[in-house]
Structures are given as C-alpha cells and as structure tokens.
C-alpha cells in the first residue's frame, strides 16, 4: 500500500528510477566505463587536460567528459568514483542504523536507568557538531576505506537511536507488547518481532536523509584531504583533484564530478522528502 | 522554569568535559610533537629533555589533569609552531570567523524567511514549488564544490570577485572587521554566501513547514473572518507562532555555521579559525587542535543553551507548563 501510494508521487519515482540508474551504473563501473581510470596501462599522460567531446590521440575513443590532470577519462572516473560514494555513503548509513536499532530498542524496552545512562550518552554525541568530531576521528584513525567508515558510523548512529527510541517508547506502551510480555516471550522476539516492524516509517525517512548527508561528509572528509587514501578515489577527491585547475578554465576536472555527486544526493534527498509526505496523510494532499 | 535551565546548564558542563577529555585523548594518539622541536637524528639526551619540557613524559592522566588545571585558568598551552599561546592565536582569528558565520546567518533569515513564509501561505504556487525545489538542491549541494563553482564564475568567469584572501580591513573597537567598506566587502561575498546557501534552503523548509501549519489553525481562519487585512494578519497573528521554531533553528544553526565555516574558510583562504585548525591538524600542531576544539565546543553549548532560554521565552506554552 506505501509502494502504490509512493508510486502515485511522480518527483518521488523519478528520483528513484535516476537513483536506481545511478547504482546500476557504479555497481557495473567495470563493463560499462570506456576506460579503467587507474589501471596505467590504459591512461596516456599525453592526453591529459582534454576538453570534452575531445578525442584521444589514436582518434579510436571519445572523451565524453575530457580528461583530467594525468591523462584520465573523466567519466569513467567519475563512474568509479561514484561506486565509492555510493558504497561508503549507503554502506556506513546502514550500519549506523543497525546500531541505532540496538541502541535504541534496547533504551525503549529496558526502560529506566539504561535508558536514561544511554540516552545521556546520545544526547552527548548529538550535541557535539558533526563535521568537528568526523574530522578528529579521522585525524586519529588515519586514513583508510575501512577507518572512514567507522568514523561515519560513529558519527550517524546517535540520530538512528533516538529516533528508534522515540518510536519504541510510543509501541511500547501499546497493549499488543503488554500481552507478549505476559505470554513471557523472550525480550529479542517482542523487540525485533513485534515492536521494530511498527517502528520502521520514521526509520526509513531518516535512514535515507542520513545516506545522503552520509554521502556530503565523506566528500567533505575527502576533499579535505583526510579520509580516504588517494588510491580509493571518491568523487570529493576528485573534486578536490581538479580544484588546482579551476583557475586555469579547465573546468571539467571539478565540475562534472561535482555535478554527479550533487545529483546522487539530490535524488536520495528527493526520495526521503516524498516518502516523509507519503507516510504523513497530513502532508499528502 | 529555572530548574529545567539548570539541568541543562549542568548537562552543558558535562559535555564540555566529556568532550575534553575526547579532545585531549584523541589528538594525543596522533602523533609525536617531539619531532617538531628537534630533528629525529638528534641525541637521545636532546630528545628527552625536549619531551621533558613539553611534558610529553608524565602519565597520561596527569598530562590530562595539567592540561585541565591550566585549561580552567585560562592558559590552553603554546602552539608548537608558533610558540605563542594557542588561545590567543585562535581569538586573533575568530572574528574573521565570526564575521562570515553573522552575514550568512543574516543571509539566510533575509532570504528564507519572506520564501519561506510566503510559500507556506500559498501551497502549490509556482513561488512555493521554485523555493522548495531550491531548497531541496541547497541542502544537497556540498559547499566545498558550491564554493568552486562561485569561484569559477565569478572570479575566473566574470571577474567581478576575488577568488580567496580576505582584503583590507578596517578597524571597529579594536577589531580588524571587513564589512564596513566596499574593498572589504568583494572578499567576503563569495565565502559568506557559499555558506549561507545551505542555511538559507534550511531556513526556506522549516518555515515553509511552520507557516503552513500555522496558516491552517483556527484562529487565523477567525481573523480572516473577523476582516483582518491581509499584512496585520501576518504581521501580528501568523509570524509569532512562525517565528518560534524558525529562531531556535536559526539559533542552532549558527552553531553548526561556525563550524562547518571550516571547509570554506579552506577553499576561500579566509584566515579564520577554520582554517588553522585544517593547517594544525595537518602539522600536528596539537595544543591548537586542541584548544580550537574547546573553544568551538564552548561556543556551541553557549549557542544551545542560549537558544533553550530563547524557546522558553517565546512560547508562553511552555513556561506555564513547567510553572
């Protein structure tokens, strides 16, 4: 019934089917790219700097999107590229949620003391801003796919516990769990079987809302110089690559990643802003 | 009313700390500073009484505990490389900062707030779906290339900006300051509008959202009804109860400006706080790392809490509940 209300909402599906394109796309980078960006058997650095549409020296290929700095064809850097977006900004997204869930579940059902001791420490995390405490975990962690990572995660999970918390607490008081508890289920059964599956509507808007500021941050961490290595090319890297050339006007080194990325997290943000009106009936005229 | 101020007033305290202690943990375990005041092939007797000298030798709980006893009388330690105290360093800095942060806060309540107000009253017109399509592609657009874009079209493009630095200043009360004449001013439009960009999408949805809720209740259909016109409607009954979230996320905002003011000060070269902690961090310049940590965090828990007091005023709700 979500999906065919979903479904009637025309920026939501296509900003969907634009996202689905986009994954389909990253996920088969290596098929479907003109050129293997990092294998250095294929780049040239005489072709360096090409404008787009320009072709390459044996005229055999086509720069769709010119080339950059050392003789990579843009697009298929940006394919790659978004391929390390996208699994970083979804993959650390998910997991913050999971602990989230833990977290917050296990506050809700416990009640009392563990839940006032770990909503203190949410309320800490959340209180400390978000890009300072990113840029010291990655300062102390160092740079690496993984540490990036857990950096994320550590700096998304508190927004996914308090809001699976807030929505346990109001389930939680609801007869349904009262006459599980008496059956004497087993507290993981009323939790994960009868209180999670009511709580995921909040869930799903934020999860996607944090995937894409997920997304920024890394870009963010990348471009700053901290984060991912340079042989993990993300496309915050890329940007902060072609910064130098802006200057210059050779514009396409930053631009055109910079527009995927605008793209991939424009339609994540479209999609979590329709479902958030979807599952609202207020919102959904 | 005063009770629920204090319990946030102490637990304002115990995020400092905490965040103290996170502070002085984490830049502890990134790096050895040693090797900033004497060359790694030194003699073994140079490098320790270096160590000894900065204290890197003691326990870590009574460097802590030395870091805390002098952080509370003021005296957050000297940068290693530019041997001066870092909080002064930062202090000469943040009004660079805080100039950029102030005109973008003002950007974004001058812009948001009539859009946002005005599409709230009139859902589904051609102004409500250009606002929240902008606002939608603001809180999408990562600054740091939103700031490259404006520089290639203004600097580079057009030419009518500078691309970085901050310009001549002139002085107010003692305080180097940029807005006041028009040289000053070029340098500080691109940065302060990159970032306001962001805030002011932010501000556009929120009071999008709270108009429209507001513009819905019964007492404004009463007014209506009663003849109300249509500028003292919204002056006196409808842009009160707008106000109220919108200031508290404008408030809240500011916080977060301050602190992502970071990325642009880099992009920008603007010599503000931001940017020597990115130059610290990459230079293991841990007493400045350290110190720009627990003034940003201090700033945003002052920020928080004013905005808490600020709520409390402006809703009689709820201080007649918590009386």
């Known amino acids: 019934m979500l999906a065919r209300r979903f479904l009637r909402r025309h920026a939501g599906v296509a900003a969907a089917a634009f996202l689905l394109l986009l994954v389909l796309l990253a996920a088969l980078a290596p098929l479907v ?3 293997d960006p990092y294998d250095l058997g294929q780049v040239w650095i005489m072709e360096n700097e090409r404008p787009p549409l320009s072709r390459s020296d044996d005229g055999r290929r086509l720069f769709l999107l010119g080339t950059d700095g050392a003789g990579r064809d843009m ?5 790659y590229g978004l391929r390390i977006s996208l699994a970083i900004g979804i993959g650390s997204a998910l997991v913050a949620l999971l602990l989230g869930i833990v977290v917050g579940l296990a506050a809700a059902y416990y009640g009392g003391r563990i839940d006032a001791a770990l909503m203190r420490i949410v309320d800490v995390q959340l209180s400390l801003p978000t890009i300072l405490v990113a ?44 006459a599980a508890v008496g059956q004497g289920l087993p507290a993981w059964r009323i939790m994960l079987r009868h209180v999670l599956p009511n709580c995921w509507a909040p869930l799903i808007v934020t999860t996607t809302n944090q995937m894409a500021s997920a997304i920024t941050l890394e870009a963010t961490m990348s471009f700053l110089g901290i984060g991912l290595p340079q042989t993990e090319p993300s496309l915050g ?42 599952l609202n009936p207020k919102l959904d005229a | 009313m005063f009770d629920m101020l204090a319990r946030r007033a102490l637990q304002s305290a115990l995020v400092v700390l905490v965040m103290s202690v996170l502070a002085f943990a984490g830049i502890h375990l990134v790096g050895d500073p040693v090797y900033l005041l004497v060359p790694p092939d030194a003699p073994q007797a140079e490098i320790a009484r270096a160590t000894r000298q900065m204290g890197l030798d003691l326990p870590l709980h009574q460097q802590y505990g030395r870091f805390l006893w002098n952080a509370v009388h003021g005296d957050l330690g ?44 009139h859902p589904g017109s051609a102004v409500q779906k250009i606002a929240m399509g902008f606002s939608i592609l603001g809180v999408s657009v990562p600054v740091f290339w939103l700031g490259l874009i404006l520089i290639m079209l203004f600097s580079v493009s057009l030419g009518w900006l500078p691309s970085g ?48 809720e507001v513009a819905g209740q019964e007492y404004v259909r009463f007014a209506r009804a009663k003849g109300v016109g249509p500028l003292r409607l919204v002056w006196r009954h409808i842009a009160p109860n707008v106000m109220i979230p919108v200031v508290t996320v404008l408030g809240l905002e500011f916080a977060h400006l301050i602190a992502f003011s970071l990325v642009t000060e880099t992009i ?14 990459l230079q293991l310049d841990r007493p400045v790392v350290v110190a720009y940590l627990m003034v940003v965090l201090l700033l945003y828990v002052l920020i928080n809490f004013v905005v808490d007091v600020l709520y409390l005023l402006l809703d009689p709700r709820l201080r007649a509940r918590s009386a």
């Not at chain 2, 202090?91 to 950029?100: G, I, N, V, Y």
């Not at chain 2, 009360?173 to 340098?187: P, Q």
Request: hydrophobic letters at 55%; one cysteine or more.
């Open chain 1, 75 to 79: 697009a298929s850097a940006i394919l």
């Open chain 2, 78 to 121: 000297n940068s290693f490389i530019f041997n001066r105290p870092a909080l002064a360093l930062i202090f000469e800095r943040m009004p660079a900062t805080l100039e950029l942060a102030v005109f973008a806060l003002l950007l974004s309540a001058a812009i948001g707030i009539p859009f946002g107000m005005w599409s709230g009253m």
């Open chain 1, 135 to 178: 840029l010291v975990l990655l300062a102390v962690l160092g740079q690496g796919v993984d540490k990036t990572l857990m950096a994320l995660v550590l700096v998304q999970w508190a927004t996914f516990a308090r809001n699976v918390r807030g929505a346990a607490m109001v389930e939680r008081g609801k007869d349904y769990i009262e």
């Open chain 1, 237 to 278: 890297l890329l940007i902060s690559n072609g910064f130098d050339y802006v200057l210059a006007h050779q514009y396409w080194i930053s631009v055109f990643p910079g527009v995927a990325l605008v793209l991939l997290v424009v339609s994540v943000s479209v999609i979590g802003d329709q479902l958030r009106i979807v």
């Open chain 1, 33 to 35: 790219a003109p050129q």
């Open chain 2, 268 to 281: 920008f070269a603007w010599p503000g706080m931001g940017k020597l902690i990115i130059d610290s961090l």
């Open chain 2, 165 to 212: 630095g901050r310009g001549p200043t002139t002085s107010l009360f003692g305080i180097e300051v940029s807005f006041l004449g028009w040289d000053g001013l070029r340098f500080m439009l691109l940065p302060a509008c990159t970032l306001a960009l962001h805030n002011i999408a932010l501000v556009m949805r929120i009071t999008e959202a709270s108009t429209r």
